[in-house]
C-alpha cells in the first residue's frame, strides 16, 4: 500500500448547484455497468494504519478511470481494483485505503455517505496532480429534506452482496436512489455559513475520514494553514470542548459502536478508537459510562454481531 496523506480540499460553496448537475447527469446517462460490495472488516487495526473504518453505509459511483482501493474483508486484506461504471458499497465496519498503481491516470468519483442526521454528497475528480489521494473536491450535507423513502432505498442497495441477484436488481435501485437524493438535494434549504464554522465543518469531515495517525492537533493544524491556538478556539466555539476532549468523546462513541455490532476484542476496538493501550480505553471507558466495556456489550447484544 502506498503512504499518501489523504488531502482534504473539500468545499460546499457552490457544492449544491455542482450535486444537482451532477446527479441531473448521471440520471440522464447512467453509467451502472457492475456491482461490488466491501464487506464488513473482523481483523486487527493499529493506529498507524493508513486506512479507514467505515460506521456506515457508503456507496461510491466511479463515473471515469478507476477505483484502487486497499480493502479490508473478514480478516483478511487485499488491493481491489473498481472500474469505469461500478456502484460500490461499503458496508458498516468495512475498511479502505489508498493503493494506487498508476499514477498517470485520474479518476472521477460521486460519493454518499449514509450518516444518523444527514446524507454526505461527495465529487472527486481526482487528476494525477501528486496528491492521488482525495477525500472530495466538493461536499454537500442534505438535513432537513431527507425522506425515510430515501433513507429505505439505500439501506435496500446497501444491503445487496455480489452475486447474480445483485446484478439484476441493482440499476433499477441505484436509479431510484439518484432520482430521489436529486429531489431531496433540490428541496434542501442548508444554508451557507460563515468562513470560521465552514472552516471547523471541513475539519471534522477532515478528522472522520482520516487515518488516527493524521488526528493530532498539530497535524491538523498544518493540514490547514491555521495556528494551534486557533484550531482549539473553533472547537471551543462550535463543539463547546477543546480539541482533545472532542477527540475522546468520539473515539467512545465510536468504541460503543463496534463493541454492540462487531466481534473485535477490547484490545482491537482500542487500537481502531486510538487508545494507547486496552487499559486506557477501558478507563476511559468506564470514566464515560460507568461501567466496563465488557459489561457494556453484555448488557447490549445485537442480532449482527455473532457470539464468541
Not at 38 to 65: A, F, M, W
Not at 180 to 185: H, Q, V
Not at 284 to 291: E, G, L, P
Amino acid at each position: 500500500m502506498v503512504d499518501i496523506p489523504v488531502e482534504f480540499y473539500g468545499k460546499n460553496e457552490n457544492s449544491k448547484e455542482k450535486m444537482v448537475e451532477l446527479l441531473e447527469r448521471i440520471i440522464a446517462k447512467p453509467c451502472f455497468e457492475h456491482f461490488a460490495v466491501v464487506n464488513p472488516y473482523k481483523g486487527t487495526i493499529t493506529s498507524d494504519d493508513q486506512l479507514y473504518i467505515h460506521e456506515c453505509n457508503r456507496v461510491s459511483l466511479v463515473l471515469d478511470g478507476c477505483l484502487q482501493l486497499e480493502c479490508g474483508e473478514d480478516t483478511e486484506r487485499r488491493p481491489r481494483s473498481f472500474p469505469r461504471g461500478t456502484v460500490l458499497v461499503m458496508k458498516p465496519y468495512s475498511l479502505t485505503g489508498p493503493h494506487w498503481e498508476d499514477a498517470h491516470k485520474g479518476r472521477e468519483i460521486f460519493g454518499l455517505v449514509c450518516r444518523p442526521n444527514y446524507l454526505r454528497l461527495m465529487y472527486s475528480n481526482n487528476c494525477p496532480d501528486g496528491h492521488p489521494v482525495v477525500v472530495c473536491d466538493y461536499y454537500y450535507h442534505i438535513s432537513d429534506t431527507v425522506r425515510q423513502g430515501t433513507l429505505d432505498a439505500i439501506a435496500a442497495l446497501s444491503s445487496l452482496m455480489e452475486g447474480e441477484e445483485a446484478n439484476q436488481i441493482f440499476v433499477p435501485l441505484m436509479t431510484a436512489v439518484c432520482t430521489m437524493i436529486l429531489n431531496d438535494l433540490k428541496a434542501s434549504q442548508v444554508g451557507i455559513y460563515g468562513r470560521a464554522y465552514n472552516l471547523w465543518e471541513r475539519i471534522l469531515e477532515y478528522l472522520a475520514e482520516s487515518p488516527l495517525s493524521q488526528r493530532t492537533r498539530r497535524q491538523v493544524s498544518r493540514q490547514f494553514h491555521i495556528t494551534e491556538v486557533y484550531l482549539s478556539r473553533l472547537f471551543r466555539k462550535y463543539s463547546g470542548m477543546s480539541f482533545t476532549d472532542y477527540l475522546r468523546k468520539e473515539a467512545i462513541r465510536k468504541a460503543v459502536v463496534l463493541l454492540e455490532t462487531t466481534d473485535l476484542s477490547i484490545k482491537e476496538i482500542a487500537m481502531t478508537c486510538g487508545f494507547c493501550s486496552a487499559s486506557h480505553f477501558i478507563s476511559s471507558f468506564r470514566k464515560a459510562h460507568q461501567v466496563s466495556p465488557v459489561k457494556w456489550r453484555q448488557m447490549r447484544p445485537h442480532p449482527n454481531r455473532g457470539g464468541k
